[in-house]
């Protein structure tokens, strides 16, 4: 049952962050060829640190492909539509914003859990600051890239807590792990609490400190 929860949350993952990279890439005029690319970055970028931190080489992606396939049929099917999408109605004017934030929250969740089942079954699932790293790591790796990459401040430095429900989400995950000795209870319990935490976070406007001048 764990090698299936763990293909779910990676396709999960996948698609949400190769549709957040679509979007990002479109919302900065780029190319269908930029779009693919940021699609692939958001959605294997991750995985790739990930895999250079535990020291497994090649990366996954490139032994793989499957997912590199997955992310970049996402992304033109998300180009197509807005491609041929010649108006967007006044109510949909935010949909940039909210679609951004909804596939982020899903790709960081899923990924996180992703990172630390990859880690434990890499052999480190005794090195539990290891395995709460290679969950951030995972999870917030490619949005990092992406915001890099279409020239904008990475979100993980300054909006809606980005990065602490990850950090939180991982801390309870092979906390739960390390009392009730199974990993299917933890990854789906941290994976809602990660996306819970982000929607909190969203509507009461939560923010980490900030020196404003």
Not at 2 to 31: N, P, Q, R
Not at 80 to 87: D, E, R, V
Not at 148 to 166: D, E
Request: proline residues 4%; positive net charge; charged residues 10%.
């Amino acid at each position: 049952m764990s090698v299936t929860l763990l293909e779910i949350f990676d396709f999960i993952g996948t698609v949400a962050f190769a549709i957040s990279g679509a979007i990002t890439g479109i919302h900065k005029k780029m190319d269908i060829f930029g779009v693919n690319i940021l699609a692939i970055v958001t959605a294997c970028g991750g995985g790739v640190i990930r895999d250079i931190i535990m020291g497994n080489f090649p990366p996954q992606m490139f032994i793989n492909p499957f997912y590199v396939l997955v992310a970049a049929i996402v992304a033109n099917i998300v180009f197509a539509i807005m491609y041929f999408k010649k108006t967007i109605p006044e109510k949909f004017s935010g949909i940039y914003e909210k679609g951004l934030f909804i596939f982020d929250t899903l790709g960081l969740a899923a990924f996180m859990v992703d990172g630390i089942m990859i880690g434990a079954n890499f052999r480190y699932s005794e090195n539990l600051f290891l395995l709460i790293f290679l969950g951030f790591t995972t999870g917030v790796g490619g949005g990092v890239l992406r915001d890099v990459l279409s020239n904008q401040m990475p979100a993980i430095f300054v909006k809606h807590v980005y990065a602490l429900p990850v950090i939180i989400g991982g801390i309870v995950m092979v906390g739960m792990h390390d009392i009730i000795h199974t990993w299917n209870i933890p990854m789906v319990s941290s994976f809602i609490l990660v996306i819970l935490l982000r929607v909190l976070a969203r509507h009461y406007r939560w923010n980490l400190p900030k020196v404003n001048y």
